[in-house]
């Protein structure tokens, strides 16, 4: 029993366009997943909005990275205070024997590590937004690595606006006391 022919089916399918060299193209553009498949100008439009989004959050972060940084700093130098303090007034708080430093305490490595340790909670949402800021950052990796310029410039829109809108202050004690480097690689 013939159907027939159905329609469609000689159609070909939309496919991702990979390009390695530099292109404008918008039509057929694959950003990072085969699922973000661009089919519109519209659809494209909003893919480099929702690309600058993603620039201004990555900005965000790196602040609240430092903010939560500067607060856990904050809180560590008081309590240090606070102990010594009590050493003063002849209440020394115990040592704890190296045995009872464990894997989560952060003192494994002792003679190497230099600074005060962070306590566990703190530790935790460091590392959470450090995760998140390295997966983001990634991911912007790869959006420029499509070479479209158009997404390129997205990506580098989003972290001038980003940080136009969270950089408003610096400390400049603690620029004039640094490399200079701030995260660049090099």
Not at 13 to 37: A, E, G, Y
Not at 57 to 85: G, H, M, P
Not at 117 to 130: A, K, M, N
Not at 148 to 167: D, K
Request: proline share 4%; with cysteine; glycine share 8%.
């Amino acid at each position: 029993m013939d159907h027939g022919d159905h329609g469609g089916h000689d159609m070909p399918m939309p496919m991702c366009s990979m390009n390695m060299l530099w292109n404008t193209q918008i039509i057929d553009t694959c950003i990072v997943f085969r699922t973000w498949h661009i089919s519109t100008n519209t659809a494209f439009s909003f893919s480099c909005l929702a690309i600058i989004g993603l620039g201004v959050l990555y900005e965000y972060l790196r602040v609240l990275q430092k903010s939560i940084d500067t607060r856990i700093a904050l809180s560590l130098v008081k309590d240090q205070r606070r102990n010594r303090s009590r050493s003063i007034s002849g209440r020394s708080t115990p040592e704890v024997p190296l045995e009872d430093e464990g894997l989560l305490s952060g003192r494994v490595f002792k003679a190497s590590v230099t600074g005060v340790p962070v306590p566990l909670p703190s530790r935790i949402i460091r590392s959470v937004l450090y995760g998140i800021s390295v997966f983001l950052s990634f991911f912007l990796m790869l959006v420029f690595m499509t070479y479209n310029a158009y997404l390129i410039l997205s990506v580098v829109l989003g972290a001038a606006i980003g940080h136009f809108i969270f950089g408003g202050s610096i400390n400049p004690e603690s620029i004039l006391a640094s490399d200079g480097k701030g995260m660049a690689c090099h």
